[in-house]
């Protein structure tokens, strides 16, 4: 199993900048690929931004050219720098384990991004 716990949610003005970090424990040698997810108040949980093993990485069209996800070596963190920040990508954000496109760990508390116009 996978403890995963994201942090480094805030609130910011619109145009400025964070950076989530998501603490892997557990079977991380299991892992091949890890996502993070947001979910905005009332819609559903939405697919971010994904890593391979490889360090392929892919993006929702919502945060292409904004966001950069990242991880070290040994997936013990998973990051997701995010600039340009719009008041849209306001959400609790959830970094997940991912196998054939399916989130497979259980969700940690995610962290709260606002962003203020």
């Known amino acids: 199993q996978v403890q995963l716990v994201e942090s480094g949610g805030d609130l910011v003005q619109a145009g400025g900048s964070l950076r989530l970090s998501c603490a892997v424990s557990?079977?991380?040698?299991?892992?091949?690929?890890m996502s993070w997810y947001r979910q905005a108040a009332g819609k559903k949980r939405e697919l971010v931004a994904t890593i391979s093993r490889g360090g392929s990485t892919n993006y929702a069209d919502s945060v292409k050219g904004r966001f950069t996800i990242s991880r070290t070596n040994a997936w013990s963190t998973v990051y997701l720098q995010m600039n340009s920040l719009k008041p849209e990508d306001t959400a609790v954000y959830y970094c997940n384990t991912v196998r054939g496109a399916v989130p497979t760990s259980q969700w940690g508390q995610g962290t709260q991004v606002t962003v203020s116009s």
């Open positions: 557990g079977s991380i040698f299991s892992i091949s690929t």
